[in-house]
């Protein structure tokens, strides 16, 4: 999974950048982070360093462009450590973390632990394993909670893309013409939906938080959080600029009586993390298809340490009970008012999902369609 290797600055020496074989292995180095099953720590003045060696090296397009590629990943795939670590000794403080992995060293010392020594001729890191198995695909469930934490460690943004998350909870009917927008709550499948999807966004809260965690957390990170999820709707934008009233009421309800149950999720809103939901309509106003079919079954979980693919949706879980048993004995498990049913004391276990990573992110691209604004709200302004 994600990997996180110090490099020093000393990596831009005056000496080492009048090595054409040293610009050359740092071009690449830097290059490879798009693929990104990996990030470089480093301390802030890496960046100056940089800056002020820069003219060592005498290929003038090989600096523009190594330049440029510390520009593009300086707060993406190259991360800050903390401002308390600034002044220490990093070979202490970085490894006293579980989630930091190994030192990259550029003079050889084999008697040094946790660390890795990368000759500029030999490019034995671009051989990732760990990359070609992600590329095929791995189960979820074979992932460890530090290697999900991984992934959201010291990140302010969270992006979640899900095709059918509003079309699965959000289903009204439309009965002679008219919607009912009543009786859809109570339907079995429904029930279970949004209780799936439920504990599904309480899994990542909670592991935001802990990623956040002062035993966790190496890096720079800023005091604000937010959570997007991204979805397709197969209804139009007409359909929610003309029941936005509708629609507002049912995310009041599905946040206050049933998403605030889960304590990961109120623990996330009550520190002061967002929750943005953008929804994707199939046709623009003009009646323009503004998605492509196949491209929208690139779900990912995305932070700025790197994207995941998920090749299902934001159902992490899924009911232990089967959902013919439940949908036989709802009455045992339903709770709420009798105008919010929902369910509660149900057991829930992760159902295999295949993932493969990938360092670009593209929700819903449209192809030779324009490309349809979402239809979007913040969550945290129904907080009752």
């Not at 105008?339 to 030779?368: A, C, Q, T, W």
Request: glycine share 4%; net charge neutral.
């Amino acid at each position: 999974m994600i990997k996180y290797f110090y490099l020093d600055k000393k990596f831009f020496h005056p000496d080492l950048l009048k090595n054409a074989d040293h610009c050359q292995f740092i071009f690449n180095l830097l290059s490879f982070l798009k693929r990104g099953t990996f990030n470089l720590v480093v301390k802030k003045d890496f960046y100056n360093c940089f800056l002020e060696n820069k003219n060592n090296i005498s290929n003038n397009i090989l600096r523009i462009r190594i330049e440029k590629l510390i520009k593009n990943h300086l707060r993406k795939k190259i991360r800050f450590i903390k401002s308390e670590f600034e002044n220490g000794d990093p070979y202490i403080e970085l490894i006293k973390f579980d989630s930091f992995d190994k030192f990259l060293e550029i003079d050889k010392k084999d008697n040094k632990k946790n660390s890795i020594f990368f000759d500029s001729l030999s490019f034995d890191l671009y051989k990732d394993e760990v990359f070609d198995f992600l590329e095929q695909g791995k189960l979820f469930n074979t992932m460890t909670e530090l290697d999900f934490e991984k992934i959201l460690l010291g990140a302010s943004v969270i992006e979640a893309t899900v095709y059918n998350f509003i079309d699965k909870i959000y289903k009204p009917k439309k009965e002679s013409g008219s919607w009912n927008f009543e009786r859809f709550l109570s339907e079995p499948e429904n029930l279970v939906d949004r209780l799936i999807f439920g504990h599904s966004i309480n899994y990542i809260c909670e592991k935001i938080i802990k990623a956040r965690s002062n035993d966790l957390n190496f890096l720079e990170t800023t005091n604000s959080i937010i959570f997007n999820i991204n979805c397709r709707s197969t209804k139009t934008e007409s359909f929610y600029y003309n029941f936005k009233h509708k629609f507002n009421e049912f995310l009041g309800d599905y946040l206050n009586k049933e998403l605030l149950n889960f304590a990961s999720i109120k623990e996330f809103l009550d520190f002061g993390g967002l929750i943005n939901l953008n929804i994707y309509p199939q046709f623009a106003a003009d009646g323009y298809a503004t998605l492509d079919g196949e491209e929208t079954h690139d779900r990912y979980i995305h932070s700025e340490n790197g994207v995941f693919s998920i090749s299902k949706d934001l159902d992490i879980h899924s009911t232990v009970i089967k959902f013919k048993t439940l949908r036989n004995n709802l009455s045992d498990f339903r709770s709420g008012t009798r105008s919010y049913p929902f369910l509660e004391n149900i057991d829930v276990e992760k159902k295999p999902i295949r993932i493969k990573f990938s360092s670009e992110s593209h929700p819903f691209i449209s192809m030779g369609f324009p490309l349809n604004p979402p239809c979007s709200t913040n969550l945290n302004q129904f907080l009752g």
